[in-house]
């Protein structure tokens, strides 16, 4: 009987962590599968063409800064520099996080933050030069940067086509 009981509880348990999970993911699945409005069928597009055309570049040349995936380099233990640099990402992360892709989190909205990367783009603001200085493949092209220029362009002209 002891050993019924520890097993009914399992399957409890292991239903109930299941139910509990796929409900809690429904809601952003089905976002993602099945856009309903015309803004969410744009926000969506916008995704997809950033993963294949500006992620990459980001990935390179943004993420150490504006997303939980950084890669610290040697010299980050030293103290000072460590206190400098983990401010730096602190403050780039709070501006602009690219953590979960499209739409980013920060502190604009959609537009502004299309226009903000545009801005810094195009005047060479990003990636800063105390940034390149140490991780000179961090640079943009400017195949890159056009690249870049297009994608908030083509995003900016469908979140407009898209309001209400």
């Known amino acids: 009987m002891k050993n019924t009981g520890k097993w009914m509880t399992f399957f409890l348990t292991l239903s109930v962590s299941l139910v509990w999970a796929s409900d809690g993911h429904h809601t952003e699945k089905t976002l993602k599968e099945k856009p309903k409005s015309k803004w969410d069928r744009a926000v969506q597009s916008i995704g997809v063409d ?18 939980g995936f950084t890669s610290y380099p040697w010299y980050h233990s030293i103290p000072g520099i460590k206190g400098m640099m983990d401010g730096d990402v602190d403050k780039a992360k709070k501006n602009l996080d690219m953590s979960n892709g499209y739409p980013f989190k920060g502190n604009g909205n959609l537009e502004s933050d299309l226009k903000a990367i545009t801005y810094q ?3 060479g603001k990003m990636p800063p030069l105390k940034y390149r200085v140490m991780h000179w493949k961090s640079g943009l092209t400017e195949k890159q940067k056009q690249a870049i220029e297009d994608w908030t362009g083509r995003s900016l002209d469908k979140l407009d086509q898209a309001e209400p």
């Open 50 to 67: 950033y993963q294949k055309n500006v992620e990459p570049i980001f990935k390179v040349s943004c993420f150490d800064c504006h997303s």
């Open 121 to 123: 783009v195009d005047k």
